[in-house]
């Protein structure tokens, strides 16, 4: 028998993790002691880890502890089986940095020819390459980014950048609308304050959230403070999401923030985006700054919302 921080480490989670997916969608019951400790036996384990590996591949959390539970240990173990055989594949021969790299410089080049054909073709090879979260994290915010940069340095035109960005726009939007109707009870808000309207990345990380099973509702770009606390109120919302991508959205971000704070003293706040860290957040409690990684801020968002033991 393991104690939770064992499971934790042998499962490849966190401890935080393992307690929301137990709390959230039952995938595991561990025992407990006198004292109340959990205990996990290998069978909790090994669920454990085929939980980890289905969503890694693109499975919603809930689906997955749903799929999971209706599996005998057997059953349980060739999802195990077939994790080791991919993972024998990948170190023969999938997908290494370099061709990542190379996608994005195909994508770059193919934007600043204004060749959707080959652009398109070339988010159809990134969206085979595995879930979700992988290709949005690893493969498309890293060719936005090149983007941008083709952009600053006149490589890529406006018309060019407008064109490539929209395209992946569509993607994301048609992932999101494939994610499924979001749940009615912890809305999450999504969104930008007024002003910002670099919003990819906030779409990319609504996705992602509301494949993990949150309640997202995605606000988009430029929203007006106004408009964030009537959506607050009509939705009874648990938690907002603020997105912060670049230096000048920090005051407005904040801004909503604060009004948000003022009129709703439970709403948890989040920071989201490349500038998130740098927003002060001691008088807004309760607040989070969500981590970088895409998967890792679905995470703490999901860990933030999951109910006390």
């Known amino acids: 028998m393991y104690t939770i921080k064992q499971a934790a480490a042998r499962s490849g989670v966190t401890v935080q993790l393992l307690r929301a997916w137990e709390r959230r969608y039952g995938v595991v019951e561990p025992t407990r002691t006198a004292s109340g400790y959990r205990l996990y036996d290998d069978a909790a384990i090994a669920r454990l880890r085929a939980m980890r590996y289905m969503v890694d591949h693109g499975w919603s959390p809930s689906v997955a502890a ?5 599996l005998d240990d057997a059953a349980v173990g060739q999802i195990l089986g077939d994790q080791a055989a991919a993972d024998n594949g990948r ?8 061709s990542a790299d190379g996608l ?10 204004l060749d959707e054909q080959s652009f398109e073709h070339i988010l159809d090879e990134m969206f085979a390459r595995g879930s979700f ?26 018309a060019a950048e407008h064109a490539a960005a929209g395209a992946i726009q569509r993607r994301l939007g048609m992932a999101f609308v494939a994610a499924g109707l ?20 906030a779409l990319a990380f609504a996705t992602a959230a509301r494949r993990a099973g949150l309640g997202v509702r995605y606000l988009g770009a430029d929203l007006p403070i106004n408009d964030w606390l009537e959506a607050v109120d009509r939705t009874k919302a648990r938690a907002v999401v603020i997105g912060v991508i670049m230096g000048r959205d920090l005051q407005p971000a904040l801004k909503v923030a604060r009004a948000i704070r003022e009129l709703h003293a439970r709403v948890l706040i989040a920071f989201g985006g490349r500038r998130a860290e740098s927003v002060p957040t001691d008088d807004l409690q309760p607040v989070i700054t969500l981590p970088q990684d895409l998967p ?14």
């Open 182 to 201: 979001p749940r009615d009870e912890e809305v999450v808000l999504v969104g930008l304050p007024p002003g910002a309207q670099h919003d990819l990345g």
């Open 104 to 113: 994005t410089r195909r994508f770059v080049d193919s934007a600043a020819a």
């Open 133 to 158: 979260e992988q290709v949005a994290s690893e493969l498309l915010m890293p060719a936005l980014v090149a983007l941008g940069e083709g952009w600053a340095q006149g490589k890529v035109d406006v």
């Open 91 to 98: 170190a023969a021969g999938a997908t290494d940095a370099a």
């Open 66 to 70: 749903t799929h999971l539970r209706e």
């Open 296 to 309: 890792s801020a679905v995470e703490a968002l999901a860990v933030e919302m999951a109910p006390a033991a």
